[in-house]
């Protein structure tokens, strides 16, 4: 089980990215998503979720910038970035959860990680 996260860039203040996660070795249809991002210093945070039934879930700090999706036929998962700051920078990694146990905010719920992409937000 794979998931693969593209996307990340190097964006200047108030642009947009869309970051996608492409999951290969099973269907990821009756999984909740989660996209999660580390900062230089701090620790991993919780950026959005969309569960299985569609269902979405944001950070304070991203609400109304941010939009995940969910692609089912291609088995993959979306983050468009929009109205990007600099404090937005930060690995970004999306994982995936087959049980709906505990909050989809909480990163140890989560069974499978991607291996991150790099957003750079400039000032």
């Known amino acids: 089980v794979q998931l693969q996260a593209s996307g990340g860039g190097l964006v200047q203040a108030g642009g947009s990215l869309r970051l996608s996660c492409a999951a290969s070795?099973?269907?990821?249809?009756?999984?909740?998503m989660g996209w999660f991002r580390r900062a230089p210093g701090k620790e991993r945070e919780f950026v959005a979720a969309?569960?299985?039934?569609?269902?979405?879930t944001y950070a304070d700090s991203v609400q109304d910038r941010f939009t995940i999706s969910r692609d089912a036929a291609k088995n993959a998962v979306y983050l468009q970035m929009n109205s990007l700051k600099p404090e937005d920078t930060a690995v970004y990694y999306c994982?995936?959860?087959?049980?709906?146990?505990?909050?989809?905010?909480?990163?140890?719920?989560?069974?499978?990680w991607g291996q991150g992409t790099l957003v750079t937000v400039s000032s």
């Open positions: 070795g099973r269907t990821f249809s009756t999984y909740d």
């Open positions: 969309i569960g299985w039934r569609g269902g979405r």
């Open positions: 994982a995936a959860r087959s049980r709906t146990i505990g909050a989809v905010t909480t990163p140890t719920s989560y069974d499978y």
